[in-house]
């Protein structure tokens, strides 16, 4: 006989053919659940309500359901659309084993490994050229051209966006699907918003020295109607040269030949004189004059020293793409 925990069972199947789905549409499958449950066996007393609160409590039964197979109905926000998205997540372990089913080890220790040069980015940038991801095909038997074809398929099945100017930064699938990952991962790297409390790789952050203030673009914008003082430090971000100086956190905060110089690589790699020579190098080539439109990152650098590895701290000022020779220089 049907009964109302179909709905339930109804719903969860429905989301594990789908996986990730805005609440909109998880919502409006809720509804149908319910309708096709009612169809079966019109004597149930169920009634679809939409309000938050109803919502709320289902996907707490949900979530109950899920618990036993260490899986989570989870609900987080797009970065990029600022939507309200969920997903089916498995919250076991803190591998990348949702990529197993469809990708070989090999890919999965490649995208392991772009993974960690958009999480240590400097300049809280979350992002990497294509350059620099193909870059990573060193450290691992895999071809360039392999590269660009499984970085692809990263892109089509959600896991990583492509920009227009041609960088990669992580998706909503792997923001909700591999948080836990992430987290143990990047403790350090990690930024969480001050308002939503989720993971941050876009956004904006406020500039006063020591203000650990973060915030996604769309919480920002929300919070601007409300506010215009910094929640933490409450300085005043309504002037124009102040609101200009808001720190920025993702693509926007990425500085023309920031991962020309190899960071530490995930793994295999012994702390090596090598990467502090680099690091050196670098420093001592001729800066390039600032650009009076860019806000002074000085504040920042500061901030930003406590976080970042030592050596990659060094690149205050944009600086013109090196010479091959000194890429290659920065190889095994
Ligand atoms: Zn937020
Ligand atoms: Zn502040």
Redesign the pocket.
């Known amino acids: 006989m049907v009964s109302s925990n179909d709905v339930q069972c109804l719903f969860l199947q429905a989301v594990l053919s789908r996986r990730v789905m805005t609440r909109e549409v998880a919502l409006k499958l809720w509804e149908k659940c319910i309708d096709a449950v009612k169809a079966a066996n019109d004597a149930l007393d169920i009634e679809f309500n939409g309000d938050r609160n109803s919502w709320d409590n289902f996907v707490t039964q949900i979530n109950e359901a899920l618990n036993p197979l260490n899986m989570d109905f989870a609900q987080m ?1 797009d970065e990029i659309t600022g939507k309200e998205m969920c997903a089916l997540v498995n919250r076991k372990g803190d591998e990348v084993a949702q990529l197993a089913t469809e990708y070989s080890a090999l890919e999965i220790a490649y995208f392991k490994a772009v993974l960690h040069q958009i999480m240590t980015a400097p300049n809280e940038a979350f992002c990497i050229t294509s350059m620099a991801a193909l870059r990573e095909t060193n450290n691992l038997n895999i071809t360039k051209s392999q590269a660009e074809v499984v970085l692809s398929s990263f892109v089509a099945k959600g896991w990583l966006v492509k920009s227009r100017r041609g960088r990669y930064s992580l998706a909503m699938r792997t923001m909700i699907e591999l948080l836990p990952y992430l987290r143990s991962t990047y403790p350090n790297n990690i930024i969480e ?6 993971v ?1 790789t876009r ?1 904006v952050s406020c500039y006063t020295n020591n203000c650990h203030t973060h ?2 673009a ?2 920002f914008e929300k919070y601007r109607k409300r506010s215009q003082n910094c929640p933490t430090c409450q300085a005043n971000w309504s002037t124009e040269a102040n609101s200009k100086k808001l720190e920025r956190i993702g693509e926007a905060a990425y500085k023309e030949g920031q991962d020309v110089r190899r960071r530490r690589p995930l793994q295999d790699r012994p702390e090596s004189d090598e990467e502090d020579e680099e690091a050196e190098a670098g420093a001592s080539q001729p800066s390039q004059p600032s650009q009076p439109s860019q806000p002074s990152r000085s504040q920042a650098k500061k901030k930003r020293a406590v976080r970042e590895d030592s050596m990659d701290i060094d690149e205050d000022e944009p600086e013109p793409e090196p010479p091959k020779a000194q890429k290659r220089k920065s190889r095994r």
Request: aromatic letters at 0%; a negative charge.
């Open positions: 926000s918003c001050t308002i939503c409390m989720e941050v956004g915030l996604h769309h919480c």
